[in-house]
Structure formats: C-alpha cells, structure tokens
C-alpha cells in the first residue's frame, strides 16, 4: 500500500500520531541472573506470604526482566480535520525477537521523521521496556525519538501517555474500563490475564491480535479525546475513519466484526439523532 503521506496535511510541516502497544514476557535468564546476586534460593520462597510472592521481584520478575515479544503500532497523519490512519504495523515472535522487533520500529520512525507517539499506561510500562530493550540489543534511538530520554519533561518527551491525560488526578483506570464507558471495542481476542498462556502455546497470531486490539482501541480514545478541544472536525467522521481503516486493512483478524459492527452502531445513532432534531425542529 503506497501513499503520498504530504498531499494529506494542509500545512508545510507534516506530523505523525504513532499509537503503539507492546505485549511482553519474562526474560527467565535476566531474573536468573538477579536471583542468583540476591543469593535468593527456591526454599527463600516458603516464608513469603501469598501477597509477597506476587510482588517481591526475586520471584515475579518485574519490568528490567521482561522483554518484548510483541509490538504494534499505528502510524496516523494529523490534520486539520483530525486524524487519519495510514498503516497498523506489526512485529514480534516468532519471527522476530526484541532486538530485531526494536530495529524495525526505529527504522520506520526514523523514515517518518517528525512524530508524537501516543500509548495507554506507556509511561509506566511500554516506553521503559522500549529503553532498556534498545540499551540491551546496542541500538540508538531514531533522531526524532530522542524526547523519550527525558521522560519526566511530558512536554518535550515526545510521547503522550493518554491514560494520565484522560484519568488526571484520578487513580489510573484500564483501558477497557474507559472504553467500555464510551462503547468503544476492546479486549476483543482473549482475557488480559490469558495473554501469556496464548505466548506459551506459541498462539503468535492471537497475540497480535491482542496487541493491534488495544492500539485500536486506543486510537479510538485519543480520537474521542481530542474532540474535546477542537481537534476533531467531526466524530462520526473519526469514528468512520478508523472502522473504514480495519475493515480494509485487517479483515483478517478476529476483531475486525466486532469493529465493523461499531462502525455500523455509531453511523446509526448518529443518523437516529440527526432525525430526531429534524423532528423536534419540525412546525
């Protein structure tokens, strides 16, 4: 699929929306690594309580000792008149570990050149593991990546974390959560707490389904955000958009009914409100 991506901004100075979502594994080796400097032991385990073994890091591997197996992410154009998908990419086991996963991520926003990238919780989890994936493998961040070194400067980063955005000064909610209130498609292949046994499996495909599911819905959300300010012409038209894109792009895989059937359900309410102020402006 070929665009010409400049014929779609009406300004001198194009930009791109990345969403991105990662799923992610434990990396066994590293935490085998970090239990043996603890000199922590299996028979260290008995004394822990139920509650320490979920979080005490010697026996759940937290983030440095995981690694990415999946990643997906959906390069928009912003105009305008609002966003614009153009392309979901897509890369992970088994034919790609996270070095090579990595690679191919910064070679495409290296190409892009000027772009905002937009997760969901990405601040406490995507973004860290993208860092310390890239320092383990030798790569450099792309010239327009660089933002994402100094994390704690939000406006300078390069990255939006949509979840601190819409949930501000509340605690921080999951992604279905926020899409469920506004109708919005997610978690449509399996269980979140599933995913894992799917990579066990070696069910590669579904977990990309997972991953491109929560980009998707994600998108959805930064669209429905950024109609608060403006930013959005029209919803519907946003909306049409995005279901307009799945339904060509990835009619292949298990969401892409479930997304044609909001498309169809949002260009319908608005179609029944539309005829319901016709009637009420009637004489």
């Given at each position: ?6 014929s779609?901004?009406k300004s ?11 799923e992610?594994a434990?990396?066994?080796e ?14 260290d ?6 509650r320490?073994l979920r979080?005490d890091?010697?026996v759940t591997p ?12 959906l390069v928009m154009?912003e105009a305008e008149d609002?966003?614009r ?17 990595l690679k191919?991520?910064f ?9 905002q990238?937009v997760?969901w919780?990405?601040f406490?989890?995507?973004l ?10 030798g ?7 660089t ?9 300078a980063s390069?990255?939006?974390?949509l979840?601190?955005?819409m949930?501000g000064?509340?605690a921080p909610a999951?992604?279905a959560e926020v899409?469920?209130r ?12 599933l ?8 069910k590669?495909s579904?977990v ?7 980009v998707?819905?994600?998108a ?6 950024r109609h608060?300010?403006?930013g ?11 279901t307009?894109f799945?339904?060509e792009?990835?009619g292949?895989?298990?969401?892409a009914?479930d997304?044609?059937r909001?498309g169809d359900?949002?260009l319908?309410?608005a179609?029944m ?11």
């Amino acid at each position: 699929m070929h665009h010409d991506l400049t014929s779609l901004w009406k300004s001198n100075t194009p930009r791109f929306v990345v969403v991105l979502d990662a799923e992610l594994a434990y990396n066994h080796e590293a935490h085998g690594r970090y239990q043996a400097s603890e000199r922590f032991l299996p028979a260290d385990a008995a004394n822990l309580s139920s509650r320490e073994l979920r979080t005490d890091p010697r026996v759940t591997p937290r983030w440095p000792c995981h690694r990415i197996t999946t990643l997906s992410w959906l390069v928009m154009t912003e105009a305008e008149d609002g966003l614009r998908p153009v392309r979901l990419e897509t890369r992970g086991l088994p034919e790609h570990d996270e070095a090579a996963v990595l690679k191919a991520f910064f070679t495409d926003m290296e190409q892009l050149g000027h772009v905002q990238l937009v997760t969901w919780g990405g601040f406490h989890a995507d973004l860290p593991q993208i860092l310390i994936g890239a320092i383990d493998a030798g790569l450099r961040l792309p010239s327009c990546l660089t933002g994402l070194l100094s994390p704690w400067r939000r406006d300078a980063s390069g990255h939006l974390d949509l979840c601190s955005e819409m949930c501000g000064g509340a605690a921080p909610a999951h992604l279905a959560e926020v899409a469920a209130r506004l109708g919005i498609p997610a978690k449509l292949t399996c269980r979140p707490d599933l995913v894992s046994q799917l990579m066990q499996q070696g069910k590669w495909s579904a977990v990309r389904s997972v991953c491109e599911g929560d980009v998707l819905s994600t998108a959805a959300l930064l669209m429905r955000w950024r109609h608060l300010s403006g930013g959005t012409v029209s919803m519907l038209e946003a909306m049409r958009r995005l279901t307009g894109f799945v339904a060509e792009h990835c009619g292949h895989r298990p969401y892409a009914a479930d997304w044609g059937r909001y498309g169809d359900r949002v260009l319908h309410e608005a179609i029944m409100a539309e005829t319901l102020k016709r009637e009420v402006l009637a004489p």
